[in-house]
């Protein structure tokens, strides 16, 4: 603990006493010293003209007799007296006598006495002067103010010292030790001001009751916020790991999309991973980054105008040698106190997501085997297509197309080699068709074809041959053997009218088993009369 | 106490020959107490006092004090040795006497007493404060 110099409150106020005792001691004395001076003045006044009156006849018969003789013992007499310094008496006739002691003074009012005539109190006949002894009045002022002075000092010391004795004992000491122990005490700590035993009772008591509640609060407040302040430092830690350290690019976007503050992981996410997070700052985020910054733009507009998060999957710009092309992207708006309205937000890489739910789609729709169409995919494209059809576009051709001796290949050679049979018929079936086209396998050796758009009868019977001779081609089912299909394709063409699929399917059928009844390997049309006309093709060679 | 004084009217009178017909009661009354010696024409003053009863009228009358007054005054004077009271002559007659043959006499008579061998000065009244 430091050394501090104290001032004890008691010598402050012992000083204090002091001085003021003997400034007060000083004016009353002063004071006494003026009034006693006047006092005495008067009464040395009052006490020459005693003597005056005294010597008064005896003066003036002196002045009327011109008598020095008895002039003279009238001043003697004068000068006897304490009080009297001079006395001067002077007739009319011309008699002047003066005496005086040979004390130094300064000059001062004497009384003058004019004398009458004893025979005829109207005439003049001279006068007696009395000046008086200045050090006399000095010394009796002076010595009274001298004993009021000291009396009163003694008076008021005493009582300084009793009052100093009280306030130090009651007052100053209890202080002290309160003041003490305060100084002793650091914040948060368990110790308290001890009682007071002998000012319990008083203001003293009660500010050592109140010093120890307000440590108590504080101490409390103290260990809450330690507390408190610890937890927060351990959430701080774990959420600037998590920054620092998570797989997802988190950032901060001001209200043009530019980046305020990014985490060490956004740049791998976007895909921009030779960048660091200082060269990012300032960047066109949407500009930078994605495949469409529109979307993102409109993404910011949305979370610009509500409260929630907002979410979208977003395609990142085509980058060379980058695997990652797809981000989830969530957005918040914030208002930054220092940057107004920002934008939070998390992107994370969702391009194997994308593609497995791609691949599951692809399973979902495709046989597994030949990689076309299966049968539902398939119905839920044509329904689509008849759906969104309107009477006045150009028809569709349906084909319904079974392969001839398949079963055969299959028995004498095994499934793999029909399997392998079936995957080369799927691609020659792909390549007899445009990329629009559907062709889809619906089981077994059965297949399903819809040509799309602007399909005549003509072009459609032109398709199937192609089919057919495509099929009819030989496939090395192993090196030393090689086998060959037919194919007998069923025709139903919704003619620019809408009818039911079930329609489609059934007139495709019946065409198709007519081809089957004639002898297989053809293709047959069902006309708008009802009939079907059967083109066989010729299996070559 | 002093004694009942009969009413008599007190002549102030000088020599014959003296060259002024009259004197105040200040001036007489200075010569008598010894104020001063000489008479206002510069002439030396010679008091005559007398031991009669009309001695204590005459002072009363002249200077307003009783004569123990007049009498402690002079004792005064004459402890000092500077200066002594006027000659003492016993009655009227010595007092005429004394002035009829003194140029420079001056002293006091009762008023019935006056002749015209000496000059009245003055007439003394009854002295009013």
New interface residues.
Partial sequence: METVKKHYLHHKLAKTVFWVALLFSAITSVLFFITELNRSNEKTLVMLNQLLDTVESTAAIAAYSNNSTIGEDVLKGLLRNDIVHEARLSSTQGLQLAKAKDTEVPWQAGVVRTLHSPFGEAEVIGSLAITPEAQYNLLEARHSALLSGLNSSVLIGLTALIVLLIVRSSLSLPLMKVSNTLHAIRVGEQERLGPLPRNHDDELGQLVEDINRLLETLQEKFSAEHGLREEIEVIERQLRNIFETTSAGIFLLDATGRLLTVNPALGKVIALPHLSPKELLGQNFPELVFAEPELMRELMAIAAGRDLSVVQDLRLKKRGDASNNWVHCILSRQTDALHGVCFEGVVYDITDRIVAEASIRHEADHDSLTALFNRPAAERLLAQLIGTRTGAETPLALFMLDLDFFKEINDTYGHDAGDYVLVEIAARLKNCVRASDIAARLGGDEFLIILVDGVSADYARQIAKDICIAVSMPIRISPTVVVRLGASIGIAINGGREQAIEQLYKVADQAMYEVKRQGRHGFAMSLADGNIVVEKIPING | MAMPVPQADVAVIAHIKSNFSSLTA?QV?DIF???TRIFPNGKFALPIDQSSPLRAEFYEE????PVEQINA?WA??MF????SPPQRLPDDEAVLQTVRENEGAIGYIDKTRVDGTIRVLLLVQPWKP
């Fill in positions: 200040k009354q107490m010894g104020r002249l200077t307003g004090r005054y005064r004077i000092t040795g500077q200066a």
